[in-house]
């Protein structure tokens, strides 16, 4: 019923930057929370980055200043700015929306955009 479709990944050198973003398409009352995470080979999926739909964020450990995520309600749209990205940085993303259906939330999740920093 909801589709998120994520962009923008790619092959970036150590200190680039890149902008990721993930739109929401489908039967959208209303979207609570969108995030990213992401997830290395061989590793768990970690939290990136988190906005509700009033603005307040959170970010994964060590991420903000170097990470920004923002958010365009209107285009159910979410962005995650990455700068002075390092190797370590290298995983799939994957977008994710906490989405109202009346009174009842469901998960919904993006099928990820690889990013890879590299020299």
């Known amino acids: 019923q909801v589709q998120l479709v994520e962009s923008g990944g790619g092959l970036v050198q150590p200190g680039g930057s890149l902008r990721l973003s993930c739109a929401a398409s489908g039967r959208i009352f209303s979207i609570d929370y969108m995030g990213w995470y992401r997830q290395a080979p061989g590793k768990q999926r970690e939290l990136v980055a988190g906005?509700?739909?009033?603005?307040?964020?959170n970010y994964g450990d060590g991420l903000k200043g170097r990470f920004t995520i923002s958010r365009d309600n209107a285009k159910n749209t979410v962005y995650l700015q990455m700068n002075s990205l390092k190797p370590e940085d290298t995983a799939v993303y994957f977008c994710c929306a906490v989405v109202l259906h009346g009174s009842i939330s469901y998960d919904y999740w993006g099928p990820g955009t690889q990013v890879t920093v590299s020299s």
């Open positions: 906005i509700t739909d009033s603005g307040r964020t």
